[in-house]
T-cell receptor, first 109, second 110 residues
Framework: GQSLEQPSEVTAVEGAIVQINCTYQ??????LSWYQQHDGGAPTFLSY????GLEETGRFSSFLSRSDSYGYLLLQELQMKDSASYFC??????????FGPGTRLSVLP | DVKVTQSSRYLVKRTGEKVFLECVQD?????MFWYRQDPGLGLRLIYF???????EKGDIPEGYSVSREKKERFSLILESASTNQTSMYLC?????????FGPGTRLLVL
C-alpha cells in the first residue's frame, strides 16, 4: 500500500523552532510537497522537494532524504499565525498525489 | 492571483440523490483534482484530469464520477449519494508543482 506518516500534533511557543517529520512509503516518487491549512480554510502550498537536501523559503525550510523516504518541514521564529495543520504530500506517479494525515501545530504565547 | 471556485460551500442531500459539485479555475491550468478530506485521514484523491475530457482515477474513485468538458471546469458527480460520502470536498488546479485549492464544499448526506 501507500502511506505517509506524520505526528498528529505538535505544540511550541512563539519564537521557537519546530520540525514536522514525514515518512513515506509509496509505489513511486517524484517529490515531496508541504501544505498549510488554517481551520476553515483551504490548503495552501508551502514547498516542494524533488532532490535531497534543504530548501529554504523565509522562515520555512523543507528537507528531503530520498534514500530514507523521509522529509521534514522546519518552521523558525514561530508566530501565532503559524497555528494550523500541515500536510506532507508525495507525487508518486503521473499526477497522482498521496497526502499525509496532517500535523496540527499549536503555537502558544 | 490564481482563483479556484467551487459551486457551494455547504450542501445537504438525501441518500440516493445525484449530486453535482462544480469547480472552476481561471488560470488555464491543464491539471485539476478532486479530493475529499476527513479528520485524521488527510486529503484523499478521488479523480484527476490532465486535459479536457481526460481523467484518471485516484485512490478512492468508487461511488464517484467526473466530467471535464471545458478546460476551466471540473465537475464531481455522486451518482447515488450515500451517508459515507458525507465529507469536505476540495478541488484543486495545478501549475508546476503547486496545487491551488478551492474553498471546499462541505457535503452532508442524510
Amino acid at each position: 500500500g501507500q502511506s505517509l506518516e506524520q505526528p498528529s500534533e505538535v505544540t511550541a511557543v512563539e519564537g521557537a523552532i519546530v520540525q514536522i517529520n514525514c515518512t513515506y512509503q509509496t509505489s513511486g516518487f517524484y517529490g515531496l510537497s508541504w501544505y498549510q491549512q488554517h481551520d476553515g480554510g483551504a490548503p495552501t502550498f508551502l514547498s516542494y522537494n524533488a532532490l535531497d537536501g534543504l530548501e529554504e523559503t523565509g522562515r520555512f525550510s523543507s528537507f528531503l532524504s530520498r534514500s530514507d523516504s523521509y522529509g521534514y518541514l522546519l518552521l523558525q521564529e514561530l508566530q501565532m499565525k503559524d497555528s494550523a495543520s500541515y500536510f506532507c504530500a508525495v507525487r508518486n506517479y503521473g499526477q497522482n498525489f498521496v497526502f499525509g494525515p496532517g500535523t496540527r501545530l499549536s503555537v502558544l504565547p | 492571483d490564481v482563483k479556484v471556485t467551487q459551486s457551494s460551500r455547504y450542501l445537504v442531500k438525501r441518500t440516493g440523490e445525484k449530486v453535482f459539485l462544480e469547480c472552476v479555475q481561471d488560470m488555464d491550468h491543464e491539471n485539476m483534482f478532486w479530493y475529499r478530506q476527513d479528520p485524521g485521514l488527510g486529503l484523499r484523491l478521488i479523480y484527476f484530469s490532465y486535459d479536457v475530457k481526460m481523467k484518471e482515477k485516484g485512490d478512492i474513485p468508487e461511488g464517484y464520477s467526473v466530467s471535464r468538458e471545458k478546460k476551466e471546469r471540473f465537475s464531481l458527480i455522486l451518482e447515488s449519494a450515500s451517508t459515507n460520502q458525507t465529507s469536505m470536498y476540495l478541488c484543486a488546479s495545478k501549475e508546476a508543482e503547486t496545487q491551488y485549492f478551492g474553498p471546499g464544499t462541505r457535503l452532508l448526506v442524510l
